[in-house]
């Protein structure tokens, strides 16, 4: 391997483990309170040095295009870079591992205690706030977007059909997929 | 273990799986609709409680799916659940991946995401505003949601504190008996 002349390559790592996928994605589903995201920008850019920040931005958006969760999907294809399919299961069950583990800690708490009326108190109270933060991303994802009027006509149909009119998810995404794509195109050409 | 409501988790969930644009906070209003509405597996106050749970948790939201299929049936459950959600994608992703090399320059990716994101967002608000259906019982609660709201809308500050202020606002609630 030439990579010595490769500035592109001369600062990534050339061999990751299934050990390295696992651990590295470990410590993301660990870290990952409240956006994953972030942390899977400073653990496999910055820290292990997996890929460079426009490998990485590539991922990120094929992930986000893809159904799932980005962060699964990153995991999926960074697994798959360094070791092939059986990395990709490494990367993921790293992801999953730890996260999964706390959940059910959790989940076995409110099993034996979610029946007393101060802790219903109390996570009813959680599940508002829950609320509040899906819908104060949503908007400030949109805010970030500064939307063209086709994003905002597509954004609020899905809106519309999804949340106020409770339409199946398959038949809204079915249905305004191709027509966001069809439009997106217009929008730009004009 | 009832292996036909095994079965139905395994379908109702791998079917989302392939619709998640954006994520799990994308298909919370047909988790709803599945779980609570038609099937009947659980109450309002029930899928609140799992989603708030989830939410608390570090990690991927997709983990609610897996919570959902443990409150209904334990292990299995949760295996079946969160296999069903992440495997049709995960293959999807993983195929797609693969044969993007051969599918060209990047302007076809560009196209797909400027398309794509605003259905991912406008579906994470359809969620948030099924959760707060299935949640906001009371005056206090909706202000709990919009206070949340607006505070991640407004500022940068990790969104816990609003988790905790919603637990400790529940809990003075209950002893002052409002």
């Known amino acids: 391997m030439n990579s010595s002349t490769d500035t592109d390559k001369a600062i990534r790592a050339e061999y990751v483990s299934l050990g390295d996928l696992f651990m590295g994605f470990l410590k993301m589903g660990l870290c990952g309170f409240g956006g994953v995201a972030a942390w899977a920008h400073r653990i496999v850019v910055e820290e292990r040095r997996w890929l460079n920040d426009r490998e990485f931005a590539d991922l990120l958006s094929l992930g986000s295009v893809l159904p799932g969760p980005n962060i699964v999907n990153v995991s999926v294809m960074v697994g798959d870079r360094f070791q092939g399919a059986i990395g990709s299961v490494a990367a993921l069950s790293g992801l999953m591992a730890a996260p999964l583990a706390i959940l059910l800690g959790m989940a076995t708490l409110y099993d034996r205690y979610g029946g007393l009326p101060l802790v219903q108190a109390a996570i009813d109270g959680v599940a508002a706030a829950a609320a509040g933060l899906v819908i104060g991303t949503a908007l400030k994802m949109g805010r970030r977007l500064r939307p063209t009027r086709v994003a905002i006509l597509i954004g609020c149909l899905a809106f519309l059909g999804a949340g106020l009119l409770q339409w199946p998810l398959v038949w809204v995404v079915i249905g305004l997929a191709p027509a966001s794509v069809i439009l997106t195109v217009w929008e730009s050409r004009r | ?178």
């Open chain 2, 1 to 178: 273990m009832n292996s036909s409501l095994l079965g139905q988790l395994a379908i109702t969930f791998a079917a989302l799986s392939l619709v998640a644009i954006g994520g799990a906070n994308a298909v919370v209003p047909e988790l709803h609709r599945q779980v609570v509405t038609i099937q009947g597996w659980m109450t309002d106050g029930t899928f609140a409680h799992l989603f708030a749970i989830a939410q608390t948790a570090p990690g991927p939201n997709v983990l609610v799916v897996s919570l959902i299929g443990w409150h209904l049936a334990g292990w299995s459950g949760l295996a079946v659940a969160t296999l069903a959600m992440c495997l049709p994608s995960c293959l999807l992703t993983f195929t797609f991946s693969r044969i993007r090399a051969r599918l060209g320059g990047a302007t076809w990716l560009k196209v797909l995401q400027a398309a794509l994101v605003p259905i991912a967002i406008g579906l994470m608000a359809a969620s948030g505003l099924v959760m707060a259906r299935a949640t906001d019982s009371s005056l206090l609660h909706i202000a709990l949601t919009a206070g949340t709201a607006a505070m991640v809308y407004f500022t940068r500050r990790n969104p816990l504190w609003a988790l905790a202020v919603g637990a400790a606002c529940g809990v003075s609630a209950y002893y002052l008996g409002i």
